[in-house]
């Protein structure tokens, strides 16, 4: 049994002709690049192009930017944990060393009084 809209081959063959015909017609009518009126949107679509780049370039100098500064932070951080760290171990040193001159003269201030007592005791013998 044949469909009523079962088109032949033939009919087929034409509705794409006339397909390709119009699409044929719309391209044909599409402005082309030597128009004014396409020269301005190229125009236009270039200045947005140039300016979309500029801000993306100012984007990237503020990035460069931004990570120098936070180098330089961290630099300076870095420079002053080494430099309290620097004076502690100084300041450690030192008081090593004046325990270290106390428990001296200590022990020299002990063996003068022992000296001082040995002394007086063979004074009272002698």
Known sequence: MRHPNDNGFAARRTVAAEAKRQLLAK????PKATDP????????REAVSVAREAR???REALKIAENERLL???AAAVAAAEAEARLEAEARQAEIAERASRA???EAARKAER????????ARRA
Not at 27 to 30: D, E, G, L, Q, R
């Open 37 to 44: 009126e396409m020269q301005e949107r190229l125009a236009v």
């Open 56 to 58: 993306r370039a100012e």
């Open 104 to 106: 001296l003269a200590e």
């Open 115 to 122: 000296d001082r007592r040995y002394a007086a005791r063979k």
């Open 72 to 74: 330089a932070e961290a």
């Open 27 to 30: 391209f044909a009518s599409a």
